[in-house]
Structures are given as structure tokens and as C-alpha cells.
Nanobody
């Protein structure tokens, strides 16, 4: 059975940093895109960043220059380094694994076959 487990969330002041991790088990994801999404209360789940199987990355405009996604396929883990955090970054953050072996930009939830349970990130002013 496949599991994605996020960790690293918490409470941080605006301007601070957090590093999220997502460890996968049950299968390897070295050949597919891994992504991070987030969902704030009362809002739709939105794309944050993804990294494809050749480590090409893509970011939402709202996080570009502040967040960095990376992967360690030996550990079957994807990371999200979040710097210069803003109050509006407050949300539950989810990692996801896509079903396709592709380098396409994949910014919707469609096609992401596996999801973690989410980790809360709260940024205070």
C-alpha cells in the first residue's frame, strides 16, 4: 500500500522559514512528478510547486523566489523549503505524486494519484 507522509509543518512568524518533508512508502516515485499543494480554510486546493523526474521544477507565482522544491530519490522523499514566509502562506500543505512519466507542467490536482494527509503551516504576523 502506498503512503505519503508529510512532516515539518508548524507555527512560524512572518519572515521565518520552514522545511516540509514528504516521505513515500509502498513504491518508488523516481520516475514521476512530485508536487506540493496547499489549501487554506474556505479556499480551493492550489498548486505550490512540483519537481519532475529529471529534477525540473515549476512554481506558483505566489511562491517563486521564496520556496524551493527538491527530491531525494534514494530516500523516496520530496522537500519544500519555505523562506520569507507570509501570513497568506498559512494553509494545510499536501504532497502528491503524479501518475505520469512526463516533463509537462502539472499545476492542477488532476492526475496526481497519491496524496499525503497534509501538514498545517501557520504564519503569524
Amino acid at each position: 500500500q502506498v503512503h505519503l507522509v508529510e512532516s515539518g509543518g508548524g507555527l512560524v512568524q512572518a519572515g521565518g522559514s520552514l522545511r516540509l518533508s514528504c516521505a513515500a512508502s509502498g513504491r518508488t516515485f523516481s520516475s514521476v512528478t512530485l508536487g506540493w499543494f496547499r489549501q487554506a480554510p474556505g479556499k480551493e486546493r492550489e498548486f505550490v510547486a512540483h519537481i519532475n523526474w529529471i529534477s525540473g521544477t515549476y512554481y506558483a507565482d505566489s511562491v517563486k523566489g521564496r520556496f524551493t522544491i527538491s527530491r531525494d530519490d534514494a530516500k523516496n522523499t520530496v522537500y519544500l523549503q519555505m523562506n520569507s514566509l507570509k501570513v497568506e502562506d498559512t494553509a494545510v500543505y499536501y504532497c502528491a505524486a503524479h501518475s505520469r512519466h512526463t516533463t509537462m507542467v502539472l499545476t492542477t490536482t488532476f492526475g496526481y494519484a497519491y496524496w499525503g494527509q497534509g501538514t498545517q503551516v501557520t504564519v503569524s504576523s
